[in-house]
């Protein structure tokens, strides 16, 4: 089994690529994220062409903001949108869906980013992070959380902390709730499997981050241990954010019991000009 997840940013924006992406990688469940479609519009807007390709859908969205989706041609059964209890800003947001997919419960999050520390979102952010762990708490052993969670969980899943100072994504008490989550007994699939290897999935539009290679881990799939025991490959794909019309976001694949492309490398294809002298370079929101 293939599962994705991604970040498509505006799913009716990314479907000149999306598609044609389905065609080529095969993946058997996909988690989206940021869809920004009502369940309506989504259904209407991909309805058939997913109906061809042999996938049902669980979508849980919201006109112009948020919504996640969970695509899958291995079965999808009781499919439930939402967190139970989750906290809203100030009404609870589209911001996960979860069911079953070939044996695994599949949850997909899009997390709040949180904005500033300190803030009013910053406090969302970790409240709606305690109700996603309370409800993986109960979750079957096989299950597997992929998503946004708009979290770096180490130094090193960014280019370069000193850039980061002052900002969300990498503040003790977010990395604290999610390892909170993973103390469940989630495995973090991609960087188990690529100790020490520069993997990023997001990259901002501006000041050429991109093609500098200068972005963070912020899209994990976060596997329980029966799982995580069937992992054969576990990668960023890269190509995807390549090219016109991107999301900022690549996908995250992993591949359970046979690796179709065999285990290729953490990041694929990698970056040809990556930056990595720390200190040179400022988010473009610091400039």
């Given at each position: 089994?293939?599962?994705?997840?991604?970040?498509?940013?505006?799913?009716?924006?990314?479907?000149?690529?999306?598609?044609?992406?389905?065609?080529?990688?095969?993946?058997?469940?996909?988690?989206?994220?940021?869809?920004?479609?009502?369940?309506?519009?989504?259904?209407?807007?991909?309805?058939?062409?997913?109906?061809?390709?042999?996938?049902?859908?669980?979508?849980?969205?919201?006109?112009?903001?948020?919504?996640?989706?969970?695509?899958?041609?291995?079965?999808?059964?009781?499919?439930?949108?939402?967190?139970?209890?989750?906290?809203?800003?100030?009404?609870?947001?589209?911001?996960?869906?979860?069911?079953?997919?070939?044996?695994?419960?599949?949850?997909?999050?899009?997390?709040?980013?949180?904005?500033?520390?300190?803030?009013?979102?910053?406090?969302?952010?970790?409240?709606?992070?305690?109700?996603?762990?309370?409800?993986?708490?109960?979750?079957?052993?096989?299950?597997?959380?992929?998503?946004?969670?708009?979290?770096?969980?180490?130094?090193?899943?960014?280019?370069?902390?000193?850039?980061?100072?002052?900002?969300?994504?990498?503040?003790?008490?977010?990395?604290?709730?999610?390892?909170?989550?993973?103390?469940?007994?989630?495995?973090?699939?991609?960087?188990?499997?690529?100790?020490?290897?520069?993997?990023?999935?997001?990259?901002?539009?501006?000041?050429?981050?991109?093609h500098q290679d200068l972005g963070m881990r912020i899209d994990l799939v976060l596997a329980s241990d029966a799982?995580?025991?069937?992992?054969?490959?576990?990668?960023?794909?890269?190509?995807?954010?390549?090219?016109?019309?991107?999301?900022?976001?690549?996908?995250?694949i992993v591949d359970l019991d046979e690796a179709p492309d065999g285990d290729i490398g953490p990041v694929v294809?990698?970056?040809?000009?990556?930056?990595?002298?720390?200190?040179?370079?400022?988010?473009?929101?610091?400039?």
């Amino acid at each position: 089994m293939r599962i994705a997840s991604w970040n498509v940013n505006s799913i009716k924006q990314r479907l000149p690529r999306f598609l044609p992406w389905l065609d080529e990688r095969e993946p058997d469940v996909v988690c989206l994220q940021e869809t920004k479609l009502s369940d309506e519009a989504f259904i209407e807007a991909l309805g058939g062409e997913l109906s061809k390709r042999g996938y049902e859908m669980a979508v849980h969205g919201e006109a112009t903001w948020n919504g996640v989706a969970i695509v899958s041609r291995a079965g999808l059964e009781d499919p439930a949108p939402g967190i139970p209890d989750s906290p809203g800003f100030p009404h609870p947001e589209a911001r996960a869906v979860s069911a079953t997919c070939g044996g695994i419960r599949v949850i997909s999050v899009y997390v709040p980013n949180g904005r500033v520390p300190g803030s009013e979102h910053y406090a969302y952010k970790l409240a709606w992070l305690e109700a996603l762990r309370k409800m993986v708490m109960g979750a079957p052993a096989a299950t597997v959380v992929c998503g946004d969670m708009n979290i770096a969980p180490s130094d090193e899943d960014v280019f370069d902390p000193a850039a980061y100072a002052g900002h969300t994504h990498v503040t003790p008490a977010e990395r604290q709730a999610l390892a909170g989550l993973m103390g469940l007994g989630l495995h973090d699939v991609v960087r188990e499997r690529w100790p020490g290897k520069r993997i990023f999935t997001y990259w901002d539009y501006r000041a050429g981050m991109f093609h500098q290679d200068l972005g963070m881990r912020i899209d994990l799939v976060l596997a329980s241990d029966a799982v995580a025991q069937r992992v054969k490959a576990a990668w960023i794909d890269r190509q995807a954010r390549k090219g016109t019309g991107p999301s900022d976001h690549a996908p995250v694949i992993v591949d359970l019991d046979e690796a179709p492309d065999g285990d290729i490398g953490p990041v694929v294809p990698p970056p040809s000009r990556p930056a990595t002298r720390r200190g040179a370079v400022k988010l473009p929101q610091s400039r």
